[in-house]
């Protein structure tokens, strides 16, 4: 594994209350991300960073923010989870731009009742 | 616009055998191509990378081609292990422009 942390690893939470996804790393890699994958849709950004508290928005970005107060931690907050946003959370991490593959944490299962 | 596609979404191989898993695009512009596995409950694994400027690259087991042409890339797996099995996906590009294909699932048969 490439040194990514997610936390919590499952969580169940109900319509309208917020939620904090959390993404740690050890490896000092100056970009990180966080992805949604669903079924029949593959992959998809919701946000991403470029430097401590340098962020900008995916391509599914509605409904969620981020936070980078350090270059390690990497938090997706959903201020009033939905149902549409159960999903598995995955965050990765890569070292340079275009031409660096990224590296993903094992996710984290989120059921929103 | 930019898409990735994979041609069978599950591959049965029995053990011993090679596997090839393609995927094709359809934005020549695309010039990064990476492949991923998959294995349940766990995040996608970097497994191999080539640049449009490569037609072939070999890793462990692995080789990736590319065939600019047709816009096809195929990852092949040789000498197929039950380790192997997983959801394999291709993905184009880097940085905050990656897009991912849906994932072919390879299953091996022992």
């Known amino acids: 594994d490439a040194g990514i942390t997610q936390s919590p690893r499952h969580k169940v939470t109900e319509t309208g209350t917020p939620v904090t996804l959390r993404c740690h790393q050890t490896e000092n890699h100056r970009y990180m991300y966080w992805y949604r994958q669903d079924p029949g849709h593959g992959l998809r950004l919701i946000h991403y960073?470029?430097?401590?508290?340098?962020?900008d928005k995916g391509e599914v970005s509605d409904g969620y923010s981020v936070s980078r107060s350090k270059t390690e931690d990497f938090l997706l907050t959903l201020e009033s989870a939905t149902s549409s946003q159960t999903s598995v959370y995955f965050c990765?991490?890569?070292?340079?731009?275009?031409?660096?593959?990224?590296?993903f944490g094992n996710g984290t299962r989120l059921t929103v009742t | 616009g930019e898409s990735v596609g994979l041609h069978l979404p599950t591959l049965s191989v029995q053990e011993g055998d090679n596997s090839i898993i393609n995927c094709a695009y359809s934005n020549s512009a695309s010039d990064y191509f990476i492949w991923y596995k998959q294995e349940s409950g766990k995040g996608p694994q970097f497994i191999i990378d080539i640049r449009s400027n490569m037609d072939k690259r070999q890793g462990q087991r692995v080789t990736v081609l590319l065939n600019k042409t047709v816009k096809h890339l195929s990852l092949q797996i040789a000498a197929t292990q039950p380790g192997d099995s997983a959801v394999y996906f291709c993905?184009?590009?880097?940085?905050?422009?990656?897009?991912f294909g849906i994932g072919t699932k390879l299953q091996v048969i022992p």
């Open positions: 960073s470029y430097g401590v508290k340098d962020t």
């Open positions: 993905a184009r590009g880097g940085y905050q422009k990656v897009t």
């Open positions: 990765a991490i890569s070292e340079g731009g275009y031409n660096s593959p990224l590296h």
